[in-house]
């Protein structure tokens, strides 16, 4: 069997290992838990961001969807009607710059009807300009000056050929210098009023030489009004572009009549419609400027390659600003809407992102032309960046910034994690080192039972012995003298109540444990119960009272068990006796104070030391003496005796030293424990 050390020493390696296994696994769960709590949090924030920008994305695409179906549901019927719709396209979208219809020959404007994009070519080679006669009545007119000749003959080609303006036109200008001006205004006026699309002396069109024409009669014949009228008539048609002319060209007879109207400004009248015209044509050279730019821009990237649902195009817009043209095929042709793209973005986009950024507490940043809009601003943190849509808008962009707080959150709770792992640890090292004190007293307990029985049997054998052997001898020999008979009986009465009281404490102590004991209390006088205990005492141990001092001075009546103050006087007597050297004195006193009875038992033995003063009062603890050999025991005494003290709610101390005796005191109230 092992002894109590190595039994300790085993125990302590053991709960060794388990306090390092605890420690070990404690340790590697509480890093599993932070990796994964870190994981998640990295993944919550990539959830996060997927969520933003699945929102941002599908409201940027479902407001391209819409702004796209309601533009083709709103551009149909006829040319009209087609400006009609793009006007209220414009006017019902705030971020709408322009919007206009292309089909194969002519752009639709809302500013005004359409806008030819193929040029006219008309057909030159009319048979009758290589007539020998047509070519006679021209060298009438303009080297032998016989106008009446030529006027018949370019008559004559006219009426056989209605739809030739170029000899209605001869025939004009011959009638004129004829000075037949009635009749050449009305030709004018007709090769002016059905516009053909003639032309002569390179690209300058019949029309406009015949409106010249026009105001040149109206000068010699002094028509102010007519001159006044038709040259502000002219000058809306050449701002209207009736005429296929360059810009270049197009200056040209615009200032070219700015002179023949000069003349006229002085008339107030006349002076207010020629301002209106200027302010038309100030209007009209912007719009001229984005045709001009649609038909250089535009139509070359539209024809560049086939469009299916839409596409968008960045131009450099005339005017600067960030705009995008959405291009949406039609049946007819193509709808363009040029919108701003600023307003766009900030129509659609802006309230949705700030309203993410602020229920996320993320810093939220849209980037787009050039432009940046701090929509939720943050300092600080980890920035996140993703393209809203880039197929069709490759520089609109969202910053996403996640703040630092988030991941000092996460720090925190971390840390909290590991005050609970170590608190949880060392609870777990308390509860190990209770479990193995506990087992170290078990271990003890078990040690002091096995001391027990044997010091038992022992004290139990020595008494018995001693009565058996002296009873065989007086029984063996009857003429022993009285002296020696004496002698043994009272050998014999000193072993009977040695296995007496012996056997008295082993059914205390066993009552004790079964918390069976039970105390009877009733008013006694203090001084007489402790003189019976003193007489008890002296004639059973054969004690000379010259060896008890006795000063009792506490006369007065108290609640107690009367045998059970007995015994205890008697077990603390028998250990100032035992551990005593002989003849020493052993002082026994009480006295009252402050209602309370106080006893003293002084001995001068060898005393004991402070850790063996802390252990007296356990079950069959014994303190380890030379005089163990001559007085047995079975460490029982002192634990009766402190179960006595308790039932009577008393108090007991002992101060002691080594070499210099022991003095036990006990208080005892005067008053009923009951009170």
């Keep these: 069997m092992l002894s109590l050390k190595s039994s300790r020493i085993i125990l302590f390696f053991i709960f060794f290992l388990a306090a390092i296994a605890g420690g070990y696994a404690a340790y590697h769960y509480y890093a599993y838990l ?40 709103m551009v149909t019927g006829s040319p009209d009607q087609i400006s009609k719709s793009l006007q209220v396209i414009v006017d019902s979208q705030d971020e709408m710059r322009h919007a206009f219809f292309i089909d194969r020959e002519v752009i639709y404007l809302p500013q005004w009807k359409k806008f030819r994009i193929t040029k006219s070519t008309e057909d030159l080679s009319l048979p009758i300009f290589e007539n020998t006669e047509f070519k006679q009545a021209e060298l009438l007119e303009f080297q032998y000056q016989d106008f009446t000749e030529a006027v018949k003959i370019y008559e004559r080609f006219w009426l056989e050929n209605p739809n030739n303006f170029r000899s209605a036109h001869a025939l004009a200008r011959c009638l004129l210098k004829a000075d037949k001006f009635k009749r050449s205004e009305n030709i004018y006026l007709q090769i002016y009023n059905q516009n053909p699309a003639l032309k002569i002396q390179g690209d300058m069109p019949l029309a406009i030489t015949a409106a010249f024409q026009l105001l040149a009669i109206y000068q010699k014949r ?112 193509h709808i363009v809407l040029d919108i701003e793209y600023m307003g766009f973005v900030r129509q659609h986009l802006f309230k949705l992102a700030a309203t993410l950024g602020q229920d996320h507490a993320l810093g939220m940043t849209l980037r787009f032309s050039d432009q940046t809009e701090h929509l939720v601003p943050m300092a600080g943190g980890n920035l996140r960046t993703f393209l809203i849509s880039p197929d069709y808008f490759p520089d609109l962009a969202l910053d996403l910034l996640i703040p630092d707080r988030a991941g000092l959150a996460l720090e925190t709770r971390l840390g909290q994690w590991r005050l609970y792992f170590i608190g949880g640890y060392c609870l777990f090292i308390l509860v190990l080192t209770i479990i193995f004190i506990v087992l170290i007293k078990q271990l003890q307990f078990a040690e002091l039972k096995a001391d027990f029985v044997s010091h038992v049997s022992h004290e139990l054998k020595t008494p018995l012995t001693s009565l058996r052997m002296l009873s065989e001898i007086m029984a063996g020999q009857p003429r022993l003298s009285i002296k020696k008979r004496q002698q043994y009986y009272r050998i014999m009465n000193k072993e009977s109540i040695r296995l007496s009281r012996l056997i008295e404490n082993l059914l205390d102590i066993s009552r004790i444990e079964k918390k069976k004991d039970q105390y009877y209390f009733q008013s006694e006088n203090l001084d007489a119960v402790l003189r019976i205990a003193l007489d008890i005492f002296s004639n059973a141990f054969l004690i000379h009272r010259s060896r008890l001092k006795i000063s009792l001075q506490s006369s007065c009546r108290a609640w107690l068990d009367k045998d059970a103050i007995i015994q205890m006087m008697l077990n603390l007597l028998d250990n100032a006796r035992k551990f005593s050297p002989p003849k020493s ?38 303190v380890k003496k030379t005089y163990e050999d001559k007085f047995k025991g079975v460490g029982l005494g002192l634990a009766i005796v402190r179960n006595i003290v308790s039932a009577h709610r008393s108090k007991i101390s002992i101060t002691s030293a080594l070499g210099r005796g022991t003095t036990v005191t006990i208080t005892i109230p005067v008053s009923a424990p009951g009170d």
């Design 585 to 622: 004195a052993i002082q026994v006193r009480s006295r009252i104070q402050d209602n309370q009875a106080g006893v003293q038992i002084i001995d001068q033995g060898a005393g004991m030391t402070a850790s063996q003063l802390r252990k007296v009062f356990n079950k069959f603890y014994q």
């Design 222 to 333: 002094d028509r102010r009004r007519d001159a006044q009228a038709f040259s502000l008539q002219l000058y809306h048609h050449l701002l209207d572009e009736r005429w296929e002319l360059t810009k270049i060209k197009t200056r040209f007879f615009q200032n070219k009549l700015k002179t023949y109207m000069e003349p006229y400004l002085s008339e107030s009248a006349f002076s207010r419609k020629y301002r209106k015209l200027l302010q038309r044509e100030r209007r009209m050279e912007k719009s001229k400027s984005y045709v001009r730019f649609i038909s250089q821009r535009v139509i070359p990237f539209i024809e560049s390659s086939p469009i299916s649902g839409y596409r968008v195009y960045f131009p450099t817009s005339p005017d600067h600003q960030p705009t995008f043209l959405l291009i949406i095929p039609h049946r007819q042709g």
């Design 34 to 73: 932070c990796k994964s709590a870190r994981l998640n949090f990295i993944e919550s924030q990539k959830q996060t961001v997927i969520k933003i920008r699945t929102r941002v994305e599908e409201k940027w695409l479902r407001s391209l969807e819409q702004l796209l179906h309601y533009a083709q549901r």
